[in-house]
């Protein structure tokens, strides 16, 4: 006859329940510390690589939103970084033709330098000046360099504003300033942002059809020195 099972018998062995010992802990908690250094660092290059793309987004909206403003208003749009810095602004180019040729929404100067808007049913109201406020990339991210392609056309408004005494450009400072026009063409241009890991990207945009694009750039010369030594 079978021996009955163990039940509720003080002579019965106990059981002990499953455990882990110290060592196992330990030998845990090494393997978790191990990886954990080895993915923070990843992921960290992760998240700043995250804010360049989505700075380089924000530029390429910047960008779209003042060509469609030159075109609905019929008054060129300027871009204009600092290099150096995350600081960057976009503001109506005042022209003394423009009272005759702009449409609704536009800035204007009158006589006496006073700003004024127009307006759907062609009048006029006050305006602010057209200095415009700077906005930030934030997030650590600057500009490395904003190159925009020579341009007979914005040379002659830079001309043209200088004379309007708005000193929105000029003839110094044109060659860095991008131009949207009321026909929906832009400068040729190329502006380059970087975060403070040193990852570059270049945001371009095509003069002929304002088409904008971002590309990635490395290897690039954090000063005249190195730039020279990158030429040769």
Not at 27 to 47: F, M, N, S, Y
Not at 99 to 126: D, I
Request: with cysteine; aromatic share 4%.
């Amino acid at each position: 006859m079978l021996a009955s099972p163990c039940y509720r018998s003080t002579n019965c062995p106990r059981i002990k329940p499953a455990g882990f010992t110290l060592l196992e802990l330990m030998l845990v908690l090494a393997i978790i510390a191990t990886i954990g250094a080895i993915a923070l660092p990843r992921l960290d290059q992760i998240l700043e690589r995250q804010k360049l793309r989505g700075a380089a987004s924000e530029m390429r909206l910047a960008w779209d939103t003042a060509r469609l403003e030159a075109m609905r208003t019929g008054q060129a749009q300027v871009f204009n970084c600092l290099p150096g810095t995350g600081t960057y602004t976009v503001q109506p180019l005042v022209l003394q033709s423009d009272t005759a040729n702009v449409g609704s929404g536009a800035t204007v100067m009158l006589q006496g330098g006073a700003m004024a808007e127009t307006q759907s049913n062609g009048f006029l109201t006050s305006a602010d000046s057209t200095d415009a406020q700077a906005k930030e990339l934030g997030d650590e991210i600057l500009f490395v360099s904003c190159n925009v392609a020579s341009d007979m056309r914005a040379y002659a408004m830079a001309q043209d504003s200088q004379s309007s005494g708005a000193g929105d450009i000029n003839t110094q400072t044109v060659g860095q300033a991008v131009i949207f026009y009321p026909d929906g063409s832009t400068s040729t241009a190329e502006v380059r942002i970087q975060n403070e890991r040193g990852d570059v990207r270049g945001v371009q945009i095509r003069g002929l059809t304002g088409h904008t694009r971002v590309v990635d750039i490395s290897n690039v010369p954090t000063s005249p020195d190195d730039e020279k030594k990158a030429k040769g």
